[in-house]
């Protein structure tokens, strides 16, 4: 079985597309979340994903745009697209994304948008706060997004008892095996990357051996901003996407 990962589309279809195609046949597609808010494609992701084996979780964009999240707590840009996305979701992406669990376990993996701590706002930016939430799941590995930015917490368990805490960052065609240890792994954005890479990002998953592969994706980056500049969205929201950040 072969897994395809994608965090935080945010509703940029031609960064989906491209991930789609470039990450070949998979048996299932696993959403981390945020599939919705800053991007111009809400229903069109939405209805896409959903033609394919697939499952996901809400990050706190898709609270946002359906009414589930105060909109105080997003900065301008952020809370006017949420309140974009409210107004042209249809019914049957509004009923498909308020049906979505903060948390939950795909295959032998946990899965959260944020943090296994706090699933919806905490961001997982450092190994201080890894080092933490690793009591809060149960299996041996757990994907989050939110923070947009590809990183790996791995833990690995001493032979006297002390551990060990480590951070990566993946490169593009890196190939992670949790072998013994602890692995706490955001794959990154599709539909908005901020570690200064604007191409899509996304993993791969192979259950059998537990490995998991990282790739990067160039799209029509111009072709989202015009759909963007079209629906009203943002400027900035639109400019922050040929720089990845
Ligand atoms: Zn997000």
Redesign the pocket.
């Known amino acids: 079985m072969r897994v395809l990962i994608i965090?935080?589309v945010?509703g940029n279809l031609p960064a989906l597309e491209a991930v789609l195609a470039d990450a070949g046949p998979v048996d299932e597609v696993w959403s981390l979340?945020?599939l919705v808010?800053?991007g111009p494609h809400p229903n069109e992701v939405v209805q896409l994903l959903r033609s394919l084996p697939f499952r996901s979780l809400a990050?706190?964009?898709d609270w946002g745009a359906t009414g589930q999240a105060d909109l105080a707590v997003f900065n301008a840009d952020a809370r006017a697209a949420c309140q974009w996305t409210d107004e042209v979701l249809t019914h049957e992406t509004r009923e498909y994304l308020l049906g979505l669990e903060v948390s939950s376990v795909f295959g032998s993996v946990h899965v959260a948008?944020g943090s296994p701590r706090e699933p919806l706002w905490e961001y997982l930016t450092n190994v201080r706060l890894a080092e933490i939430n690793f009591g809060y799941f149960g299996t041996q590995v757990c994907l989050v997004?939110?923070?947009?930015v590809p990183i790996m917490f791995r833990w690995r368990q001493g032979v006297h008892g002390a551990g060990a805490f480590l951070t990566a960052v993946p490169n593009a065609g890196d190939a992670i095996d949790p072998e013994d240890d602890r692995l706490i792994f955001n794959p990154g954005?599709v539909?908005?990357p901020r570690d200064g890479d604007p191409r899509a990002a996304y993993a791969r998953y192979e259950p059998a051996t537990g490995r998991f592969t990282f790739h990067r994706v160039a799209y029509d980056i111009a072709a989202t901003q015009a759909a963007m500049g079209a629906a009203g969205l943002p400027e900035r929201l639109a400019f922050r996407l040929q720089y990845g950040s």
């Open positions: 965090a935080d945010h979340g945020d808010g800053y990050g706190n964009h948008h997004g939110h923070t947009h954005s539909g908005q």
